[in-house]
């Protein structure tokens, strides 16, 4: 009809587009299917400007690898496991632990899959599930305990990980871990230069690492100076927020109160100074809080308070890299990091 509409006329529809193979990029660039396939996997033996080539190519084509060829290929499912639980210390722990990750595994071809993490189960059957069906090529985990059964499994079945955190195996593994022994030492040592003498940190559960770690740096340091650092043992990281603002209102209004908090993550240390609020009292006045911190929530808190930044981007990305070393044949011994507080005091 003139001037008007046409109905129904048939729509010509995009023809999907052909799924880019290694031999379309040999195709494109001239070069032989296993030098395309050995670029792509960043062979140190293929040259850089042969490699960086290829990478243009497979970019242009939209080419994606075939995990499933791979696979049956090479054994190598290019999958990293993270048994990772979600209740954390610090805000944005997920995020930035696998922003680090993800820088290291950039251009290598391998992927993230997050594995739950339950604490309060059976923590070696999703290690074993990872390793038997073969849905890893490594794995990574944190919270681990002075004797973790899930080091001691890996270690004997030679698969790759590396954990965040430390055991007590005297046989060594690969492991990236924050100095929380250093840490607490460091915020019992501010709060004694500010005249602090009754002093209060609240622990992980017991059964992990870092907790030991923790107790050691605080009551050594505390003892050294004559005064007392008391430690509940009834309240800990896990316990539910009510628990703990409960627990530290009714102390902080005895008459023996804590006039020093060292808080080990930022949520303990939010759920402290609500607590010092609701009481009345003000911090840097009638008592001072040290607290750990992995993002910059405290630039915001008045009045200030003294903060040590532990760097969990950093973390992940030396996990990451210590993983793919690690998966490379690398002697365990040589992949041990220990990263260090960063002060920040006001």
Known sequence: ???GTILNEPVARPQPRARATLRTLAAATGLAVTTVSRALSNDPRIASATRALVAEAAR???YVPDRAAQRLRTGRTKVVQLL??????????THELIMGLTEAFAGTGYSVTIFPDILGSDRLSAVRQIVETR???????????PFDPRVRYLSEQGFPFVCHGRTEFTVPHPYVDFDNEAFARIA??????????????????ARYSFAQHLRWGAVAAARAAGVRCEIPEHITLDTPQAGTMAFLRGRLQQADRPDGIVCVGEVAAMTALAAISDCGLRP???????????SEIFDLFRPRIDTMVEDLRLAGRTMGETLLRSMAGEDPARLQTLHQPVVEFR
């Not at 840097?284 to 992995?294: M, N, Q």
Request: charged share 30%; glycine share 10%; with cysteine.
């Open 188 to 205: 019992v040592e501010r709060l004694l230069e500010k005249r602090r003498e009754r002093l209060l940190i609240i622990l992980p559960p």
């Open 84 to 93: 990772l639980n979600l209740d954390h210390e610090f805000l944005g722990f």
């Open 60 to 62: 242009s084509h939209g």
């Open 135 to 145: 849905l890893g090529d490594g794995v990574i985990f944190n919270r681990t305990e």
């Open 284 to 294: 840097g006045c009638d008592i001072d809080v040290v607290a750990k911190r992995a």
């Open 1 to 3: 009809m003139p001037g």
